[in-house]
């Protein structure tokens, strides 16, 4: 599983994760069923879900992405869960987290992560399972 958190209004931060997320999956070829991608709204009273379709469409989103929002409350336990709450949107940073199963740990990559550093966990990840 590859995990990162956005929001559909982002003009700096989010755009570039949702495009290595795009090119991750472009590249994933015969792996492409053994991963799951999932891209968690931290803005989720604008993000809805018909925003979110939206979104993923311009990313290109295959049937292994998805997107979610929720409440405001939600949002905030899942963004505290894995350390990337910040107080508001406009502080967020870049981090992609990877789990190879569940009840595996989970890998934290912080900054911005290229495609390349992406699959390249991914082949790890498989590769350990």
């Known amino acids: 599983m590859l995990l990162d958190f956005i929001y559909t209004t982002c003009t700096t931060i989010c755009p570039v994760l949702s495009q290595t997320f795009a090119e991750v999956q472009k590249h994933l070829g015969a792996n492409a069923a053994k ?3 999932v891209s968690v709204s ?3 009273e604008e993000d809805t879900p018909a925003r979110l379709t939206e979104y993923a469409k311009r990313y290109h989103a295959g049937a292994q992405w998805s997107f979610y929002t929720g409440t405001l409350q939600a949002s ?3 963004q505290r ?4 709450y910040r107080g508001d949107k406009m502080n967020h940073t870049p ?9 595996q740990p989970w890998v ?3 900054g911005f992560a ?3 550093m992406v699959l390249g966990e991914v082949h790890t990840q498989i590769a350990q399972k």
Request: glycine share 4%; charged share 25%; no cysteine.
């Open 81 to 84: 869960t894995f350390d990337v």
């Open 35 to 37: 991963v799951r991608m």
């Open 114 to 116: 290229t495609p390349d």
């Open 95 to 103: 981090v992609t987290l990877f789990r190879a199963a569940p009840g």
């Open 108 to 110: 934290r990559l912080d």
């Open 42 to 44: 931290i803005d989720p």
């Open 76 to 78: 905030q336990l899942v």
